[in-house]
């Protein structure tokens, strides 16, 4: 059990696969009672049942698209309607692409904007304010560390985790002393097939994959230590901090070798929830 989610509800975003489905397994683990929300109902049903026979916790399934402007608007008018009270907001939705900015989809572009950032602005608007009148809960927003640097070739992707760190970061110390947590998980590579599905096959480095439960083991932890920003790994934690350090258009184009060498598909997408 744990003292920050023991007999809390906890909503997470995206939770029918991938980083999304640990989270929750991880969380009902412990003590936490769950809000789970995707696309795919089925599987958040089936998730949800093995939670509750597991570990003896309630869960509760709430099917959302995110990715459409008045998706984060519909579940939390749910989550009133079924008077649940959200402690702890788990922002782990969202999909990636690969190729050429001009060769991808503009429409499909613009919904990984609206679920990678606006529903993230929309929900911690929506809950934040309960948390802050309880002096209790907080944010777990899942970067990458793809944030640190511009990533040709995955320019939408990469920019949207670079405002999700800024957007967390400030709002950490706009909430400091308010008894409400907030941080920013920044994983590298995870095996959930996440880079095979945006278009490209594997890390430039395999020491730096993590699987999904090392990677949100050690971001929970960090969660409950009150941390703001958290890269789980050494290899991920040394490369984001050198391209923090480094010129832009030094990381920028380093990167841009990298995603030529994996080998992009232009215009393939990768969904998560």
């Given amino acids: 059990m744990s003292a920050v989610f023991s007999n809390r509800w906890v909503l997470v975003t995206g939770a029918s696969s991938g980083l999304g489905e640990e989270l929750a397994k991880r969380l009902a683990q412990r003590g936490a009672h769950l809000v789970l929300t995707a696309r795919r109902e089925e599987r958040l049903r089936n998730l949800a049942a093995d939670l509750t026979r597991v570990n003896g916790t309630r869960a509760e399934v709430v099917p959302a698209d995110l990715s459409h402007p008045d998706g984060a608007d519909r579940l939390l008018a749910a989550l009133r309607e079924r008077e649940l009270n959200v402690s702890h907001l788990v922002n782990n ?5 690969a190729g050429a900015f001009a060769d991808l989809d503009a429409a499909r572009e613009a919904a990984m904007v609206e679920l990678n950032v606006a529903s993230i ?3 911690t608007r929506g809950l934040v304010g309960g948390m802050i009148a309880a ?4 944010v777990l927003n899942v970067a990458s560390t793809a944030a640190f640097q511009p990533v040709p070739f995955m320019a939408t992707y ?13 709002l950490a110390a706009e909430l400091e ?3 409400v947590r907030v941080m920013a998980l920044c994983p590298g590579p995870v095996h959930t097939g996440f880079q095979a599905a945006a278009g490209f096959e594997g890390p430039a480095i395999p020491l730096a994959v993590l699987t999904p439960n090392r990677t949100v083991e050690r971001g929970l932890a960090a969660y409950e230590r009150g941390e703001h920003l958290y890269t789980p790994g050494l290899v991920n934690g040394l490369q984001s901090f050198a391209a923090r350090l480094l010129p832009h258009g030094l990381v920028t184009r380093a990167a841009a070798r990298t995603m030529r ?7 393939k997408l990768a969904a998560k929830g």
Avoid: Q
């Avoid at 990469?158 to 400030?170: C, D, E, Q, R, Y």
């Avoid at 060498?261 to 215009?267: I, K």
């Fill in 261 to 267: 060498r994996l080998g992009r598909v232009p215009g």
């Fill in 121 to 123: 602005v929309r929900l």
């Fill in 93 to 97: 939705a969202g999909f990636g692409s």
């Fill in 158 to 170: 990469a920019a949207t985790k670079a405002f999700v760190v800024s957007f967390t970061l400030a």
């Fill in 177 to 179: 002393g308010s008894g």
């Fill in 135 to 138: 002096r209790d809960g907080g």
